[in-house]
C-alpha cells in the first residue's frame, strides 16, 4: 500500500476543543485516483492536510511508501513534501511576481536542481499542459482554468508519489472544471499517477475511480466508481 | 548564490514602496549619522584650533597683599624686582621653569605717517620668543644687544602692520622703517603673525625690556614674568608649584607667607584642561546623539522585516509547502534584509560623505567676526571613512540581528497556518 493510515486522531484546540478527526482508517494503493467527499467540517480537509505533511495528527499511524510520517522536523517534513507529495490548491497558491515556467521550477530549485535544468523540465511540462506560450506570463495575466494547469505542472515536475488536489475545481466554472478533472484523469490513466481529490462536489467526485465519503470525522462509506455513475447530473457535467 | 539574489531581486521589484521605505529609513540614518558626526567635529576641531596651540607658559603677575604682616598694612602693592626672576630661574625651581623673561607694559599711540594705533608696547627678553612660541614672518626679534645697548627696536604684529599701511600693501615693506611711539622714534626689525583668535583687544608691540623701562621711568619694577614650565601636568601640580613661588616672593616682600593675593599666575595649562572637559562633553553628547540616530536606523529596518515578513506569510507557506525547508526561507529573509540595508546604507554613507564635504566647503574654516574676537565655527567638519564604514556595518548587523526574530518566527510557522494567511 501507498498510503496506510490506522485510527489517525485530531483534535484542534482553539479555545475549545474540536475533535475533527475521530479514527481514520484508510488504505490507498499506487494508482489509484482517489476522492474524498463530505461536507463542510466533516473533516476532509484536515485529512489532506495531513496526508500531505502540511498538518500533524495526535494519535494513530500514517505510513507513506513504507515510512511511518510521524514527529518530523519541519526540514524532515519539507523534504517529503517536496519529494512525494505534488499539491494542487482551489486558490491556485501561484506566487504572483514569478512567472508560469518560474513557478513550475520553484519545487526543482528546493531540491537543488542546476538552473537550466529544471528551466527546461518546467518549460517541458507547461508544453505537454499546453501552456507553452504562456510561459512567461504572470499568474495576474491568466485565466483560472490556465492557472490551475500551471499549478498542475508545479505540482507533477518533481514526479511525486501522490498528487493531492484540494477542492481543485472549486474557483472554476464548470467547463474548466471538466477540463480540469479529465486532465487528472489522463494523468492517472496514462501515467498511473496516484492522485487523491478533496471535494464536496458530486461531479468532481464521479470523475473518479473511488469515492470515500468522510462524514462528522470518520469514514462513511467507500465507494467504487469505475462507472462513473455516482452523479446524479451525468458522467460529463459537473454541475457547479 | 545567482538564483538567491535572482529570487531576492524579483521579490524586491515586486514591493517597489516596501523596498524604498526600508531604504530610506536606512540612507536617512546612516545619512544623519555621519552629518550629525561631521558637523561635530567641525566644532571640535574649531574648538580646538581657537583655543591655540598648547604651550607650556605661565605668567606672573604682581598683585596687593591681602592681610597686614610684619608691620605692614594690608592692600599693599608688591613690586616684582629682579631677585624675583632669580628665585625663577635659581635652582629651587629648576624642577618645573625652564626659561623666564621679566615684561613690562606701557600703553602709547603708534603713529605712521597720518595713520595712528593705539599699542601696548612690551618691554621683554630674547627668550621670550621661545616662551610664547612667537611666528616671525619677516625680520627679526628683539636680541641680547638690543637689551644690552637700550635700542629703540620693535617687532609688530601682522594685523597691525597692514591696518598702518592700508589695505593691499605688503606688511614687510615696514621692516627697516621707523614709526613713532609715543614721544620717540622707533625702528621697525621684524613682523610676527598676529594670532587672531587669541582676539586680544589692543595690538602689542615687542620691545627691549631695558629700553622700555628707561624710556617710561618704570624703575626696573617687574609688573609680570612670563615663564615657560614643565612637568606640571595636573592641577595640584600646579597648584604646588604656585604655592611654593608665591611663599618665596612673599618672605622676599615682607608679605604674610600664607597670603595668596599677593601673586596671580596664568596659566595656559589649566584653561586648556577647562577646554578639554568641553571636548569631552560635546564628544560623548555627540556619540549618544549618534548611537540613537543609528538605533532609529535599526528600529526602522527590524519594523519594516515585521511588515515584509507578515505580509509575505502566504508566500512563504506556499514555498513550504512545495519544499521550502525552514533554512531556506530564513536565508532567503536575512539576505534580502542584508542586501537592502548594505546597498542603502552605503547610498547614505556617500550622500552622509558628500554632505560633510558640502559644510567643509561652505562653512569650513570661515571665521566668524565676534567683535572684538574672531571665531572659527567650523574646521574640518568630516567624519573618516573608517567611521562610516563602520557605522554602516553596524547598521547591516544590528538591522539583520533585529530582523532575525520575525523571520525565525515566519520560518518556524506551520505550512497549513501560513497557507491560511492572506
Known amino acids: ?240 | 548564490m545567482r538564483d538567491l539574489f535572482q529570487e531576492i531581486f524579483s521579490s524586491l521589484q515586486q514591493n517597489k514602496l516596501r523596498t524604498a521605505l526600508t531604504g530610506f529609513a536606512v540612507a536617512w540614518g546612516i545619512f544623519m549619522l555621519i552629518a550629525l558626526l561631521g558637523a561635530g567635529n567641525g566644532v571640535l576641531n574649531a574648538l580646538m584650533s581657537n583655543s591655540g596651540t598648547m604651550d607650556h607658559s605661565m605668567v606672573v603677575y604682581s598683585q596687593y597683599t591681602s592681610k597686614a604682616w610684619g608691620g605692614y598694612e594690608k592692600n599693599r602693592r608688591i613690586r616684582l624686582d629682579r631677585k624675583d626672576v632669580e628665585y625663577l630661574e635659581g635652582d629651587m625651581f629648576a624642577e618645573n621653569v625652564d626659561q623666564v623673561c621679566p615684561v613690562v607694559r606701557q600703553t602709547d599711540s603708534l603713529v605712521y605717517g597720518d595713520r595712528y594705533l593705539s599699542v601696548q608696547l612690551m618691554g621683554l627678553m630674547p627668550v621670550f620668543r621661545e616662551i610664547q612660541n612667537v611666528e616671525l614672518l619677516s625680520g627679526r626679534f628683539v636680541n641680547e644687544l638690543d637689551v644690552k645697548e637700550r635700542r629703540k627696536v620693535i617687532v609688530l604684529g601682522r594685523t597691525d602692520a597692514e591696518q598702518l599701511l592700508g589695505a593691499g600693501v605688503d606688511p614687510v615693506r615696514l621692516v627697516g622703517q621707523n614709526v613713532k611711539v609715543g614721544p620717540f622714534s622707533w625702528q621697525v626689525v621684524g613682523i610676527y603673525k598676529s594670532d587672531e583668535s587669541m582676539g586680544g583687544g589692543m595690538p602689542q608691540l615687542y620691545a627691549p625690556y631695558s629700553t622700555v623701562s628707561l624710556i617710561y621711568g618704570k624703575d626696573n619694577e617687574i609688573p609680570q614674568i612670563y615663564f615657560s614650565f614643565k612637568g606640571l601636568e595636573t592641577e595640584q601640580e600646579s597648584d604646588r608649584f604656585e604655592a611654593s613661588y608665591r611663599g618665596v616672593v612673599n618672605g622676599h616682600h615682607g608679605a604674610a607667607p600664607d597670603d595668596e593675593n599677593t601673586l596671580y599666575f596664568w596659566n595656559r595649562l589649566s584653561s586648556s584642561q577647562q577646554m578639554d572637559k568641553a571636548i569631552r562633553i560635546i564628544r560623548t553628547a555627540l556619540w549618544i546623539l549618534g548611537i540613537f540616530t543609528l538605533l532609529s536606523g535599526i528600529v526602522g529596518v527590524s519594523n519594516i522585516m515585521l511588515i515584509t515578513v507578515k505580509e509575505r506569510t502566504h508566500e512563504f507557506g506556499i514555498r513550504k509547502a512545495i519544499g521550502a525547508s525552514p533554512a531556506s526561507l530564513l536565508k532567503l529573509i536575512i539576505t534580502e534584509s542584508v542586501l537592502i540595508t548594505a546597498f542603502f546604507g552605503y547610498v547614505g554613507m556617500v550622500l552622509g560623505l558628500l554632505a560633510n564635504h558640502i559644510m567643509d566647503k561652505t562653512m569650513g574654516d570661515v571665521p566668524i567676526d565676534a567683535g572684538i574676537i574672531q571665531i572659527t565655527m567650523f574646521v574640518n567638519p568630516t567624519v573618516g571613512v573608517d567611521v562610516a564604514v563602520k557605522a554602516t556595518l553596524l547598521l547591516i548587523v544590528a538591522g539583520t540581528l533585529a530582523g532575525l526574530i520575525p523571520a525565525w518566527k515566519a520560518a518556524k510557522v506551520k505550512p497549513i497556518e501560513a497557507l491560511r494567511a492572506e
Do not use: C
Open chain 1, 1 to 240: 500500500m501507498l498510503i496506510e493510515l490506522k485510527g489517525v486522531n485530531k483534535t484542534y484546540d482553539n479555545g475549545q476543543p474540536l475533535h475533527v478527526l475521530k479514527g481514520i482508517d484508510l488504505s490507498i494503493d499506487k494508482g489509484e485516483f482517489v476522492s474524498i467527499m463530505g461536507a463542510s467540517g466533516s473533516g476532509k480537509s484536515t485529512l489532506l492536510n495531513i496526508l500531505g505533511i502540511l498538518d500533524n495528527y495526535d494519535t494513530g499511524e500514517y505510513w507513506l511508501d513504507g515510512k511511518l510520517i510521524r514527529d518530523l522536523t519541519e526540514t524532515q517534513a519539507a523534504d517529503y513534501r517536496n519529494r512525494m507529495i505534488g499539491f494542487i490548491f482551489q486558490s491556485y497558491n501561484l506566487i504572483g511576481f514569478k512567472t508560469a515556467v518560474e513557478n513550475v521550477e520553484l519545487p526543482l530549485f528546493y531540491q537543488g536542481v542546476s538552473r537550466r535544468k529544471r528551466h527546461q523540465m518546467a518549460l517541458e511540462y507547461l508544453d505537454r499542459l499546453g501552456l507553452k506560450d504562456w510561459a512567461s506570463h504572470y499568474p495576474n495575466e491568466m485565466s483560472g482554468g490556465q492557472k490551475q494547469r500551471v499549478a498542475i505542472a508545479r505540482a507533477l515536475i518533481t514526479r511525486p508519489r501522490i498528487v493531492l488536489a484540494d477542492e481543485p475545481t472549486g474557483a472554476l466554472d464548470s467547463k474548466t472544471s471538466v477540463e480540469i478533472m479529465e486532465l487528472l484523469q489522463q494523468l492517472n490513466r496514462e501515467e498511473g499517477m496516484t492522485i487523491i481529490v478533496v471535494t464536496h462536489e458530486s461531479g468532481v467526485a464521479n470523475a473518479t475511480n473511488k469515492i470515500i465519503h468522510i462524514k462528522d470525522g470518520i469514514i462513511g462509506a467507500i465507494e467504487e466508481n469505475r462507472q462513473h455513475a455516482a452523479s446524479p447530473f451525468g458522467t460529463t457535467t459537473i454541475m457547479k
